[in-house]
Nanobody, 130 residues
């Protein structure tokens, strides 16, 4: 069983930055593909970014491209989401998710589907004030 624990959320003014962390345990981290999703009040959970187990490929939602950066440190069993130029519409609970098996050649569309992920963290609140 994989456990994921997010941290780093908080309250920030528009234009500010936050870095979220996701620490994994229970499985060798470099076998996990990591995704970040978010859910705002009254809205469905939406894809933010994903990074493959090797760190060699990343995918982003159009809404965060150029502002957010996903990364990982396999030696520390940790994934990261650096969020810059934050906007009030980025306010949401952010979730880290882990995906073990992927079809050969899977692309961004696959990694953006929340129901493909095997494990989820408890979420961390990000609030951006205007």
């Amino acid at each position: 069983q994989v456990q994921l624990v997010e941290s780093g959320g908080g309250l920030v003014q528009a234009g500010g930055s936050l870095r979220l962390s996701c620490v994994a345990s229970g499985r060798t981290f470099n076998t996990l593909n990591i995704g970040w999703f978010r859910q705002a009040p009254g809205k469905e959970r939406e894809f933010v970014a994903a990074i493959l187990w090797s760190g060699g490929r990343t995918f982003y939602a159009d809404s965060v491209k150029g502002r957010f950066t996903i990364s990982r440190d396999n030696a520390k069993n940790t994934g990261y989401l650096q969020m810059n130029s934050l906007k009030p519409e980025d306010t949401a609970v952010y979730y880290c998710a882990a995906l073990v098996k992927t079809p050969l050649g899977a692309g961004g569309t696959f990694y953006a589907r929340a129901n493909e992920y095997d494990y989820w963290g408890q979420g961390t609140q990000v609030t951006v004030s205007s």
